[in-house]
């Protein structure tokens, strides 16, 4: 068992994220070695645009290049729902719900009426007199979460005709679902609007790439598991989108629950396959394509977007001194020898957009909350490195949090905006010394970690006015992300290899340094390039990170015991708890399923329940847990829910 060494002071148990299932290059995974490489051939991809705009609830027959491996996964009989069980919401009719009627396949719409009584019985306490209307403050808890399109590769394809990337992500899919509760289920597209942007428009169907309708099933392998959150083939990625969340140390949790899902999908399709499938935590190839690691805060949605963007941008730029993954190679396709601070910088060419796999923007505009879109807005960020580190990952999130909610509540001091971003993207990603001045808007200069600190000042003095209105983990959790991140601005002022026990750009320097002073090697060596690859291996047999972690040399806040945990149960606090629970005990009754939906064939039904999930933060243990234990069958859940 590994013993933590820097374990956070408050272990807080978690709520929620804005689910992700986003689009990054559709290429196939970072390989290296020998490992077989999957180019980006946008020939090679299915038409995106095949199917109808109405009725994206029921998966669609997939396209040749999936049916090989996925077409008997389809749920059936997904075609419509017509009651609805208010889960999310005090009232059915308002708050949002007009989502929910777009047409579905099938002659009848949901009923939006129906199951308004039904929210009271999602929360316990409201049985014992507490007000089914209150609900927590955004600025009090944030709902985040993280997801990650992993690398993959296969080595010694048995043939010239190897598989395609889709496919080859499906088996490792295919191969985990298969021995977790329930069965394979769908995903309900209904409520998703990739097009809409923030600005005020929606961009058309047929104006758009085809990596942009991330809501038209391909017929892939999807699986919905029990810790609430969601596994899937991104294109030609096996992806992990973690549960909501609303603490970063539960963030922490569940995304190395994801990286011991995709261990064991590894191994698991390994086996099936007759050959080596390997996945990585990484965010590139090395050869041009990248794929992503995105994070996703719930936001009010008062807050102005132009808010959002001024004062946003210059955290995004310069927290790489933090977060930053490390990459050897400089240029999309590592052009130039060299080693950069991040694995996403090279890869961003605008400052604001809707595209997230070309021209890439800093700041992202898509206007998807999976919530009630009168009151919230998800921020998709998705310039974020993909961590090993749980340091790095705690502090990604952690800070950025943080720093949305000062920009929120309007009490963000000075002007940190950046005269170009894009540039000083890849400015602060080549700059290992920590020490490049960047040019601000006004004319000013100073160093990314001088960014960094103006940002961090901001959150303390905003701490200091909304403390009374958090919770004690919560207070525990700010203070000690405070801590962390100026001890982290210090040392890289001072001596930035002192971190190399906590980030992985500096580990992974460190190593790199070893090796090419030992070996003498330049830093276009080959063998530089696959110790970069293996340090992101997800197999603890294989992975130089977790080489780090066993021998001490990579500090931890978690204990394996936790991730375990957080890879078979859900985080109890928001509305993931649900998700998970009934997937573990109605799996074989959920048809498909959402961030803010869950669609069930009930027996006796003539139709399917969809069961709204608008509310992030309802849901939880405390409203539904006791409910879900004394069911034991779909049908008791549903009498329960008072139908």
């Known amino acids: 068992m590994h013993r933590t060494e820097d374990r956070p002071p408050a272990q807080q148990q978690n709520p929620e994220r804005d689910g992700g299932h986003e689009d990054e290059d559709r290429s196939g995974a970072a390989t290296g070695g020998q490992a077989q ?10 038409d995106h645009r095949a199917g109808s705009e109405a009725g994206r609830l029921a998966p669609r027959p997939g396209h040749d290049i999936a049916s090989e491996a996925a077409g008997e996964e389809r749920p059936r009989g997904a075609q419509h729902a017509d009651k609805v069980i208010c889960l999310a919401v005090a009232t059915a009719t308002d708050d949002g719900e007009d989502q929910y009627a777009d047409d579905v396949h099938g002659n009848r719409r949901p009923d939006l009426h129906a199951g308004s009584h039904y929210a009271g019985r999602m929360a316990e306490h409201a049985d014992r007199g507490g007000s089914t209307d209150q609900q927590p403050k955004v600025s009090v808890q944030r709902v985040m979460g993280i997801e990650t399109e992993y690398g993959i590769s296969a080595l010694n394809p048995p043939t010239e005709d190897d598989l395609h990337p889709m496919q080859l992500s499906n088996h490792v899919v295919k191969a985990y679902g298969a021995s977790v509760a329930g069965q394979p289920a769908g995903w309900d597209y209904e409520t998703e609007t990739p097009l809409r942007d923030i600005r005020g428009y929606e961009l058309s169907r047929s104006a758009a790439h085809p990596d942009q309708l991330t809501d038209s099933d391909l017929g892939m392998a999807n699986v919905i598991l029990s810790n609430g959150a969601r596994l899937y083939v991104d294109h030609a990625h096996p992806e992990y989108s973690g549960p909501e969340v609303t603490s970063a140390l539960d963030v922490v949790r569940f995304d190395k629950a994801g990286d011991a899902v995709m261990a064991i999908a590894a191994q698991r399709a390994s086996h099936s396959l007759g050959r080596s499938v390997r996945l990585y935590k990484n965010n590139t190839d090395g050869k041009g394509a990248s794929y ?7 936001l009010d949605r008062s807050t102005p977007f132009d808010r959002i963007v001024a004062q946003f941008t210059g955290f995004l730029v310069s927290r790489q001194v933090i977060t930053g993954a490390g990459r050897v190679g400089l240029g999309q396709g590592s052009q130039e020898a060299g080693f950069q601070i991040s694995q996403r910088a090279d890869f961003f060419e605008a400052e ?4 997230t796999t070309l021209n890439r923007p800093i700041i992202n505009t898509r206007d998807e909350p999976h919530a009630d879109a009168s009151r919230h807005r998800r921020l998709h960020v998705i310039t974020g490195d993909a961590n ?11 800070a950025a949090s943080w720093v949305l909610r000062v920009i929120e509540a309007g009490q963000f ?14 400015t602060v990603s080549r700059d290992l010394d920590c020490r490049q001045p960047l040019t601000l808007a006004d004319g000013r200069a100073m160093t990314a970690v001088d960014l960094q600190e103006i940002y961090l000042d901001n959150c303390r003095r905003h701490y200091e006015r909304v403390a009374e209105d958090l919770s004690e983990p919560a207070r525990i959790e700010a203070k000690d992300v405070f801590t962390r991140w100026q001890e982290g601005l210090d040392a890289l002022r001072a001596d930035p290899f002192a971190l190399a026990d906590q980030l992985d750009w500096v580990a992974k320097l460190k190593l790199m340094e070893s090796y090419r002073d030992r070996d003498r090697l330049s830093w276009n060596a080959p063998k530089l390039a696959l110790i970069d690859l293996q ?23 978690i204990t394996d015991e936790e991730i375990e945990r957080a890879r078979n149960h859900p985080p109890e606090d928001t509305r993931a708890y649900f998700r998970g629970r ?3 005990k109605f799996g074989a009754a959920v048809v498909a399923a959402s961030w803010d ?4 064939d009930v027996p006796d039904r003539p139709a399917l329940q969809r069961v709204p999930l608008l509310d992030p933060l309802r849901g939880t243990r405390e409203q539904v847990g006791q409910m879900l234990d004394e069911c034991q069958t779909v049908t008791d859940l549903f009498a329960a829910l008072g139908r």
């Not at 604001?352 to 595209?355: A, C, F, I, N």
């Open 37 to 46: 490489q999957h180019a980006h051939e946008h020939g090679a991809q299915p």
């Open 292 to 298: 992503g690691t995105h994070e996703n805060y719930l």
């Open 352 to 355: 604001v957009g809707l595209e």
């Open 388 to 398: 090993c580190s749980e340091i790095a990952t705690y502090l990604k999130v952690g």
């Open 413 to 426: 001091d000075g002007d940190c905006r950046l005269d170009a971003p894009v540039v000083a993207m890849r």
């Open 535 to 557: 340090y992101a291996d997800v197999d603890p047999r294989r992975s130089l990170y977790a080489a780090l972690v066993a021998k001490g040399k990579i500090r931890r806040l």
């Open 582 to 584: 009934v997937m573990e």
């Open 597 to 600: 939906s869950v669609i069930f």
